[in-house]
């Protein structure tokens, strides 16, 4: 990672109000990190948020290279308008973990779907996205 540019929109926080509360709306900047060492700072730390307000589902991730750069990939699809991503690897490299980080970074929610029953998928699909 010495050699690459990061970006992410996420290192900037929202400015706060007199009651210590987020600013809303906030527009996110996606820009370059100031250094490699800064943005896996900054992830470990969203990681420690999510832990804290996550207790039945602790991740326990080590942030090497190649998970800090896939993390990055997947918070940009995330962004995205109705932005998605096939994530393919073997079971138990962490893609279900990073993905659950990702979706905390980016604010957003997760719609899962427990069914093998076309009919009921779509209908779960047209609910998520109304």
């Given at each position: 990672l010495?050699?690459?540019?990061?970006?992410?929109?996420?290192?900037?926080?929202?400015?706060?109000?007199?009651?210590g509360e987020s600013e809303e709306p906030?527009?996110?900047?996606?820009?370059?990190?100031?250094?490699?060492?800064d943005i896996r700072k900054l992830c470990i730390d969203r990681l420690n948020e999510y832990n804290?307000?996550?207790k039945k589902?602790?991740?326990?991730l080590v942030l090497f290279d190649?998970?800090?750069r896939n993390l990055l990939k997947i918070t940009r699809i995330l962004q995205l308008q109705r932005g998605s991503?096939?994530?393919?690897?073997l079971g138990g490299?962490?893609?279900?973990?990073?993905?659950?980080l990702a979706i905390y970074i980016q604010g957003q929610t997760i719609a899962t779907a427990n069914t093998t029953?076309?009919?009921?998928?779509?209908?779960?699909?047209?609910?998520?996205?109304?």
């Amino acid at each position: 990672l010495k050699d690459m540019h990061l970006f992410c929109n996420f290192a900037r926080q929202p400015p706060k109000n007199p009651e210590g509360e987020s600013e809303e709306p906030w527009v996110k900047v996606y820009e370059m990190a100031e250094s490699e060492e800064d943005i896996r700072k900054l992830c470990i730390d969203r990681l420690n948020e999510y832990n804290e307000a996550e207790k039945k589902n602790i991740l326990d991730l080590v942030l090497f290279d190649e998970a800090l750069r896939n993390l990055l990939k997947i918070t940009r699809i995330l962004q995205l308008q109705r932005g998605s991503a096939l994530l393919v690897g073997l079971g138990g490299s962490g893609k279900r973990s990073l993905a659950r980080l990702a979706i905390y970074i980016q604010g957003q929610t997760i719609a899962t779907a427990n069914t093998t029953n076309d009919e009921v998928f779509f209908e779960e699909l047209r609910e998520v996205y109304k």
